[in-house]
């Protein structure tokens, strides 16, 4: 593997074998040795409908695969936090796309960042330079405070977005680091969610993302799509390189996608294939085909 290129893994599955190609999935990327240890694990679902619908939402057997594997590598503090948004519920959500038995078989603890006993939010002052969220909140940018010092796991799916065009680990920051306001971002949502990965880098132990493409959505996502099934699994410690990838997977140039390029061009991630390293049952040639 080359030094200077991001790493991301991309795994073949089935429906008999979906939680052992997780473990593969997750040691090919390095998920263990991205993640610091003796810390709370965030894992950060994607509820883009509270109703069960094949792509628009994470999977129960991603958050099984994903769970089993940090409790074999040694992380046992492990937390799902979810949000809410103007058309959703996330508690039935989490009903609906069945990821209640999953939290219930490991005894996960469920957190709601809209829910002040749960957790606070705090103004942010980010260390790097911002490109529309200090424009945006001139009064400050507010974030939970959970999120501080901890790992974050972002378990998104790979699907088409009526604001970004594509949609997978990038956006997943979107509802876990700001509030209902952020609708006000949606004229630059892609500014925006180069903002929110600085501040990402800025204040989480670590950042891995785990995105489900067994049935990839298609069409005005994240809800109104065609599922087409993949049956693939790709994770990453590079939010920008695997975005790219799945990116390109559904048919578009990574580059030509605002939010990955200027993620690459401000020096947060990997938006180039020809500097990304496909591992596992896929290789960078055949993403660029």
């Known amino acids: 593997m080359s ?35 003796n810390t709370t694990t965030i894992l950060k679902n994607n ?26 590598d040694g992380f046992d503090d492990i937390v799902v936090v979810e ?11 989490e009903f609906l ?41 001139p009064k400050g940018i507010r974030i939970p405070s959970y999120f ?18 594509y949609t997978c680990a990038l956006k997943n920051a979107f ?8 609708h006000y971002c949606h004229p630059q949502i892609h500014e925006t ?17 785990v995105a489900d493409a067994t049935t990839a959505g298609s069409g005005p996502g994240p809800r109104t799509m065609t599922p087409v099934v993949k049956n693939l699994l790709l994770a990453s410690s590079d939010q920008v390189a695997i975005d790219a990838v799945a990116a390109k997977l559904v ?4 580059m030509s996608i605002p939010c990955i390029r200027l993620s690459h061009e401000g020096g947060l991630g990997k938006g180039r294939i020809d500097e990304i390293e496909i591992v596992g049952d896929m290789d960078t040639a055949e993403v660029k085909r």
């Open 3 to 37: 030094s200077n290129k991001a790493i991301v893994a991309a795994v073949r599955t089935t429906p008999e074998t979906v939680i052992e190609d997780y473990a593969r999935l997750l040691d090919l990327a390095g998920m263990k040795q991205t993640l610091k240890p």
């Open 47 to 72: 509820i883009s409908w509270h109703k069960l619908y094949p792509s628009a939402n994470t999977t129960p057997w991603q958050i099984e695969g994903v769970t089993k594997k940090l409790k074999q």
């Open 83 to 93: 949000n809410r948004t103007v058309v959703t519920d996330a508690k039935q959500g």
């Open 97 to 137: 796309n069945n990821f209640k038995p999953v939290h219930d078989k490991f005894g996960l603890p469920v957190k709601y960042n809209f829910n002040p006993n749960d957790m606070r939010w705090v103004t942010y002052e980010p260390k790097g330079p911002m490109l529309v969220l200090d424009k945006i909140f």
């Open 148 to 165: 501080f010092d901890r790992n974050v796991v972002h378990l998104p799916t790979v699907k088409t977005h009526i604001y970004t065009d």
């Open 175 to 182: 509802g876990a680091l700001l509030d209902k306001s952020r």
């Open 193 to 209: 969610l180069v903002d929110l990965l600085r501040i990402q880098h800025e204040i989480q132990a670590s950042t891995f993302a």
């Open 251 to 254: 048919g578009m140039d990574p």
